[in-house]
């Protein structure tokens, strides 16, 4: 059994920052790509931000330049930098993970869900 668990969503004003953590926990052996994605009221769910268990990252256009994910590969944790929020990032942000079990299974995971909102 392998859980996503994440923190750190909040209201903030727009130019302002928050972090999102994301801990993976249980039967992993490892993982593979982490990221963050995000889906607003009536709109698709899209990728933010991922990052490989090699560093390699990837943004949307949106958040270039603003947002910065990072990863503690010995804690399986992935982060959200972001700054200089607007009120368009206004979303619940999912953690996401491709991670494989200690018995073999190699599966995709998602999160609760964690809620930010950029207003004055």
């Known amino acids: 059994q392998v859980q996503l668990v994440e923190s750190g969503g909040g209201l903030v004003q727009p130019g302002g920052s928050l972090r999102l953590s994301c801990a993976a926990s249980?039967?992993?052996?490892?993982?593979?790509?982490m990221g963050w994605y995000r889906q607003a009221p009536g709109k698709q769910r899209e990728l933010v931000a991922a990052?490989?268990?090699?560093?390699?990252?990837n943004f949307a256009d949106s958040v270039k330049g603003r947002f910065t994910i990072s990863r503690d590969n010995a804690k399986n944790t992935v982060y959200l930098q972001m700054n200089s929020l607007k009120p368009e990032d206004t979303a619940v942000y999912y953690c996401n993970a491709e991670i494989a079990e200690t018995l073999g299974y190699v599966g995709n995971y998602w999160g609760q869900g964690t809620q930010v909102t950029v207003s004055s």
């Open positions: 249980g039967s992993i052996f490892s993982i593979n790509v």
């Open positions: 990052i490989t268990s090699g560093g390699i990252t």
